[in-house]
Each structure stands twice: as C-alpha cells, then as structure tokens.
C-alpha cells in the first residue's frame, strides 16, 4: 500500500480556558496544546505535534485560536473535524479545519491578531460569567479609560506593558484599534495589533483600571510608553477577562 | 439578653443549576435548596429552613428564584447579603435580600412567574454555552414552531403538557405570555403564566421542537391540549436549556 505524504492542516479553535494552564505544553500541568495534540494523535494513530499561533496564558479564553498540524492520512476535512470535536472534551472545539500548504505555520505566519477584555463593574458579577469575565466593584471612571486607550493606538515600544521577562528583540508594535466599549455594567476592551507581547493585554488593561480608579490620569499614557520601563505601569489584569478573537494571515 | 424574635427575610437567588439535583433537598445528592439552607444555618448558628417559590429541575437555572426563611438574630439586611454571599460557592448568588412580614410565603403567594428556555439551532455550539443552551442540530422552521407558541397563550387545561405524575388538583393555567425570539442561531422561548405544572415548561419545548423539525403541525397544538393527554405531546426537552427568571408576588 503506498502511503500518501502527510497533509497540513490549520484548525480554528474556541476553548474556555478556565481549567488549562494555558495554550503551552509543560510537565504536570493540562494545557490547551497537549489535549488537541492527543486527541489529534489519536486519531492518527502516531504522535502528531501541534503549532499555535498564540500562547494563551492560565486561565485565558479562545473564540479563534488558529493551530497546524500534519496528518499522517488523507480523510476528508469534515470527517477529522467531526471525529476531533467528538473526541474533545467540552471546553475544546474545532471550530474549523482545512488543507493548507505544507509551508503554513500558524505562529510566524500570522500577520494581525485580535483580543478582547472583558470586565464587569459593579457589585453582583454573574454566576453565568464566573472565570470569564473580570470584576471590578470599586466604580470606574470609564471616559478617562477610553482616552487611554485610544492613546495607545499606533506604533509605539510596549517594553512598558510587556513582563519583565520577555526576550524578544524588537518591542515594537503597531496597535490598529485600541477602545473601550461600555454596554451597561460591562466593559469591552477592544484590541488589535500586528502582534502582542508577553502579559501587554493584561497589563494594558491592569493599567487602564488604575486610571478608571483614579490612581493614573489618561495623559500619563504617553510618557508611561517613553519610558520603556515595566515597572511603572499598572499591575497585570487577571487571565479570566481576555479572549483571543481573530488571527489573520 | 432579651432575645429578639426572629425576622423572615425574602432572598433572590442566581444560580447555575449545572452541578445541582435541582433545588428541592434530597437525600445523597446535592441540592441548591440545600446549600443555601446550609450556608444561612453557619451564620445563624443553628438550623434555618429555606422555602423556595420553585422547585428547579436538576439542572435548569435561575436568574430569579426567590426563597424565605426566618433568621434568629436581627443583624442588617446589606451584612446578611455580603455574608451569605462570601459563603456559598460560585454557582450560588444572593441577588438581594429584604425583610418582609412573618406571613409571607415565598411558594404560596407567589402569583406569577417568568421561564425562558433557550436553545441553538446549529452545528457548532459554543463552550461557553455548555449545559446553559439546548443544542438542536437539525434547522428548524422557525415560523412554524411561533405559530405554535402563540396558540398556547390564554388559559387552557395543561394535562397534556404536565410530568403524568402531576397531582395538582387543577392544571388549568394562564399563559400570558409565550412567545418564540429568533436572534441569529439562538432561539428564546419566554413564557409567563400564573404558575406552571412539573415538566410543564419542558414539554412544551419539546412539543414546539417536534414541530420545528416538522414532526407536527402548529395547528395540530390546539387538539393536543383538548386531549389532555401526556401521551400526545412531545418529549421532554433537557434541563439546560430553561431558566427561571423571575417571580412576581
């Protein structure tokens, strides 16, 4: 029997985060990548690695995660879907599944990428949001916010908003949207960007809290980005607001 | 110490019914009714019972169930609430909390109560919508399963649509409203009545499915309740589809 050579495919993934340590497979913890990378290898029948675009950290939620891998057989896209989401536990799906070109990869390929934040403020969070949404009871003063946030749209170094322990070379990032929507007792943070930095959404919004509390005025933005120093921008928002939305390639 | 005679107090709850055997205590499993009148008893310090409006199916939800019990001390209402909810787990949400006469009974003077039921009509549901919405694969005629709704408004004998281990002497009841909301691929059912019989709610959903998927005419709803007969109506829809909204005295 000839084997056919394997095949790529790049998968869309939706997951509640709340019971993962994040995308990355480590020892000891359950993580996003290694219950997609058994289930597919399962199915394949021999270890088959999975590569995402995005690292999502503890606790942080999926509405379009994009992932590749290749498939050592050629069964049809609906049926490796079908037979993945059947397999899946029910916080992980796979929203789509297609062929591409053996040369794709889902990380470096990615040329923009959406979040959202999620934050409730007021008193009585939502059973219903429970780990999806944060809460913040002290009132917040969300115009001051919206002017933050629009004053980090544009190409700027985020060392200021990235942790302390990242390595890449270049911090620089171009943000294409950056806004706070309010809709009643909910605030959305909107962002979009060529790429993200390690913790930059989490602090971005840790530090647009400071400022809907008070504690940081919105003009302070700016020279909080000249400075290029971690230490001065607010405290890391926790994981359970943010969603990673879209990535495009 | 003169002891103060102990104050009724009126509760609305929010809770997710996912991990709970409905409301009502029950021997071996775990009960919503049950928690609560667990956690009232810790801040009373001796044993409080807890009556509840409705008796919640195991793993229906509420958004307004209302309760009574009678407190032995006489502490502030808002330092109750903040107790009481710092107590309970997660799922469990004291929405407010008054004093009302010693007389009032939470399940007896109840006179009008809201349900919706939702449901997804479509392939991929959402984790985040696990055990929260029905999922039903198969397209539904939408259309038809609105006329349907709507012939069931008024005051009709239910019988057909009641769990045939209902005992109520009378199970003729007013339906307000009910009404089938389309919004993308989520569908709400809203129906208020002047009460409803066990599984009431239910089969309704699952007779209006059942006509949905073509299996039978809205017209054909009109001679099903003449009927009176279980027998007749659809299947019981699942659990996790229905909330209980609100309860008007």
Redesign the interface.
Known sequence: MRQAPSKRYKVTV???GSRYHGWQIQPKHLTVQQVIAETVSRLAGQPVSIIGASRTDSGV?AMGQVAHFDFPHRPSVPQIQKALNALLP????I?SLRPVSPTFHAQKDAIRKRYVYRIFNGM?L???D?E?VLQIRHPLDVEAMQRAAAALRGTHDFTSFAAATTTVKSKTRTLFDSRLVRRGRYLTYHVEADGFLHHMIRNIVGTLIEIGLGKRRPEAVQPLIDAKNRDLAGPTAGPEGLYLMQIWY
């Open positions: 939706r997951y509640v939620h029910w916080d992980i799906q929203l009585n939502s059973p219903f429970y999806r």
